[in-house]
């Protein structure tokens, strides 16, 4: 939608989550997944607050997750949401309930979870660093993930999408497809960007779109890599994709950081 507004961009991509959510609501999952966490149902609000508040910006760059994260999205609704980072920086808040089926070691406290997500503060501890403010940051950029379900294990062990078999995965990919799609099409950027390969082959799968694809590394401290200067390593990738503007005075540079 080339001649939207702010309002109407954010009114379409805010439309993709809701028949995401609803489209995904009666998907159900075998065991070794044991508990299914949606959090566009139960933390809709703090999710509904962030797409409007910041996928109007007509951001030239969408930046695409993999899925929630038990103690990120899972507890704030909002893609790599480390509570401290989205209640702190990015000011947002909202009502969250629970899940449907909670599991033991993995409670949902929503906002008041006092456990941070490793992988959420990196990202948006990059972000804050390199932009300075929300504002900034969402002129140029959008994060979404594709998946809106994080999935356990018995033991409270998460297990990504990617390892689900190959009916579940088909079923699911589906809708998740038809969102991304949507997505790009209400905010057509110049690059869309997976962080970490799963979420850029799903990205690439769709077929051209108009847009110029790439991969970066994702923020995960499960990657050994990731724990070595994953906020340098991110940075490059995107100036290699070509996905950063003229360098801000407040980005910090690779030497600045060494």
Same mark, same amino acid.
């Given at each position: 939608?080339?001649?939207?507004?702010?309002?109407?961009?954010?009114?379409?991509?805010?439309?993709?989550? @809701? =028949?995401?959510?609803?489209?995904? &609501?009666?998907?159900?999952?075998?065991? %070794?997944?044991?508990?299914?966490? /949606?959090? +566009?149902?139960?933390?809709?609000?703090?999710?509904?607050?962030?797409?409007?508040?910041?996928?109007?910006?007509?951001?030239?760059?969408?930046?695409?997750?993999?899925?929630?994260?038990?103690?990120?999205?899972?507890?704030?609704?909002?893609?790599?949401?480390?509570?401290?980072?989205?209640?702190?920086?990015?000011?947002?808040?909202?009502?969250?309930?629970?899940?449907?089926?909670?599991?033991?070691?993995?409670?949902?406290?929503?906002?008041?979870?006092?456990?941070?997500?490793?992988? @959420? =503060?990196?990202?948006?501890?990059? &972000?804050?660093?390199?932009?300075?403010? %929300?504002?900034?940051?969402?002129? /140029?950029? +959008?994060?979404?993930?594709?998946?809106?379900?994080?999935?356990?294990?018995?033991?409270?062990?998460?297990?990504?999408?990617?390892?689900?078999?190959?009916?579940?995965?088909?079923?699911?990919?589906?809708?998740?497809?038809?969102?991304?799609?949507?997505?790009?099409?209400?905010?057509?950027?110049?690059?869309?960007?997976?962080?970490?390969?799963?979420?850029?082959?799903?990205?690439?799968?769709?077929?051209?779109?108009?847009?110029?694809?790439?991969?970066?590394?994702?923020?995960?401290?499960?990657?050994?890599?990731?724990?070595?200067?994953?906020?340098?390593?991110?940075?490059?990738?995107?100036?290699?994709?070509?996905? +950063?503007?003229?360098?801000?005075?407040?980005?910090?540079?690779?030497?600045?950081?060494?």
């Amino acid at each position: 939608m080339p001649d939207a507004t702010s309002a109407d961009k954010a009114a379409c991509i805010v439309a993709a989550a @809701g =028949r995401l959510r609803d489209a995904t &609501a009666k998907l159900r999952f075998r065991p %070794p997944v044991t508990h299914v966490y /949606r959090p +566009l149902e139960y933390a809709w609000e703090p999710h509904r607050r962030y797409l409007e508040r910041f996928a109007g910006s007509g951001a030239p760059v969408l930046l695409v997750g993999m899925n929630p994260g038990p103690f990120g999205m899972a507890q704030s609704g909002v893609p790599f949401g480390d509570v401290g980072s989205v209640r702190g920086w990015l000011g947002i808040e909202g009502d969250v309930g629970r899940p449907a089926e909670e599991h033991p070691r993995r409670r949902v406290d929503g906002f008041a979870c006092a456990r941070g997500e490793v992988s @959420g =503060r990196r990202l948006w501890g990059w &972000a804050r660093a390199a932009y300075t403010t %929300p504002a900034r940051f969402f002129a /140029r950029f +959008l994060v979404w993930n594709y998946c809106p379900l994080a999935f356990l294990e018995e033991s409270g062990r998460n297990r990504t999408p990617d390892k689900l078999p190959a009916p579940e995965r088909a079923a699911l990919y589906t809708p998740c497809d038809a969102a991304l799609r949507a997505v790009i099409e209400c905010l057509a950027p110049t690059h869309v960007i997976g962080i970490g390969r799963f979420a850029f082959e799903r990205a690439v799968a769709l077929g051209e779109l108009g847009a110029a694809y790439g991969c970066a590394l994702h923020p995960s401290p499960a990657s050994p890599a990731a724990n070595r200067d994953w906020e340098g390593q991110f940075e490059k990738a995107l100036r290699e994709l070509g996905a +950063l503007d003229d360098e801000p005075k407040t980005r910090r540079t690779s030497r600045q950081r060494q």
